[in-house]
């Protein structure tokens, strides 16, 4: 709901302090190590898994792969965003950010989580093709379609974070300066503002919470479709490899999608679980992508396997 707050207009906020995720002291090293080790295994497999659909010819030409490609580099840079700033919220170092640093945040978060957000749907559309339209697909999206659908969900999360990022700091902010969360984000933020926070309440309901929901029922109306024609498949083996491929993507939707619309539905909401809901689509979402799109993509872990096999100079037996 928005507020005004009587606080004076004349003092200048000009950094916040992150108050940071909610925990008893005595885990403060296990959560320190925790989280580290998640930011080391998430950069480390999402860049295994750019590397290999970049060098494996059979890869990087199928718009599924350049989608997944795409995905583990957003993965990359969007837990860079959020994680470091979390991990040095169980050290002892400053919890400050500067006011610029915030609005950085900010946008970055939402440029490019709502371009994974339009990806996730696009990736969902590629694999309704695929499996519904078959003898179509190669015609209905090619490289050159998927390289434009690509450059827009890159576009228009550039400007959904734009307007996320100008309408929240376009308002005065003049003290209290305490985030009480653990990264800039709009209802955290807007709790702070010395003005009239409605029409910023509406916009990220509408712009965030509804997009987002909608986003995630096209893709359940795709994967509904899926499902139909994958019953349609006679044998055994081919049923059991769409449901694979898809079902991997399905579970990764569902972790990311479900914690956003719960937080961004209920903009005005300070409830306690709203942090550790956060941290499964900021920083869970982003190890589990390559864990699930290698262990549950036969073709993937073939392409590892060629990979490795090439570097270390022994060639992959085709038997094998």
């Known amino acids: 709901m928005g507020k005004t ?22 885990l403060r090293i296990l959560l320190f190590l925790l989280f580290f080790i998640i930011y080391i295994l ?4 999402n860049l295994l898994i750019l590397l290999t659909v970049w060098a ?14 795409v995905l583990s580099f957003l993965d990359m840079w969007l837990s860079s965003v959020i994680v470091p700033r979390l991990i ?10 500067p006011f610029g640093g915030c609005v950085a945040q900010l946008y970055f978060f939402h440029f490019l ?6 990806l996730y749907t696009l990736m969902a559309y590629d694999r309704y093709l695929a499996i519904c339209q078959p003898l179509r697909y190669p015609t209905l999206m090619n490289g050159r379609l998927c390289t434009i659908l690509v450059a827009g969900v890159w576009v228009a999360g550039s400007v959904h974070g734009s307007i996320q990022a100008t309408l929240t700091f376009r308002l005065p902010y003049c003290g209290p300066n305490q985030v009480d969360y653990f990264f800039c984000d709009i209802p955290a933020v807007l709790r702070l503002a010395c003005a009239d926070t409605t029409v910023n309440e509406l916009v990220t309901f509408v712009d965030i919470g509804v997009v987002a929901a909608s986003c995630f029922m096209l893709i359940l109306l795709s994967y509904a479709n899926i499902v139909h024609a994958i019953l349609q498949i006679h044998t055994a083996d081919g049923r059991r490899r769409a449901f694979s491929t898809c079902g991997s ?8 999608y479900v914690p956003c619309i719960f937080i961004y539905l209920r903009a ?15 920083v869970v979402t982003p190890l589990l992508n390559p864990l699930i799109y290698t262990l549950r993509n036969q073709e993937v872990k073939s392409a590892l396997k060629r990979l490795a096999s ?6 992959e037996n085709p038997h094998s």
């Not at 494996?56 to 490609?69: E, S």
């Open 249 to 256: 993507h399905l579970t990764v939707v569902t972790v990311y």
């Open 113 to 118: 989580g709502s371009t994974q957000c339009f």
């Open 88 to 97: 040095l919220d169980f050290t002892p170092a400053s919890k400050r950010i």
């Open 310 to 315: 090439d570097y270390s100079g022994h060639p």
């Open 5 to 26: 707050s009587n606080t004076s207009l004349d003092t200048v906020v000009t950094d916040f302090i992150l108050l940071g995720l909610s925990h008893p002291p005595r």
């Open 42 to 45: 998430t950069q480390l497999g």
């Open 56 to 69: 494996d010819p059979k890869l990087h030409t199928r718009p599924m792969y350049i989608l997944l490609g």
């Open 268 to 282: 005005g909401s300070k409830s306690p679980l709203d942090g550790a809901v956060a941290v499964f689509y900021t």
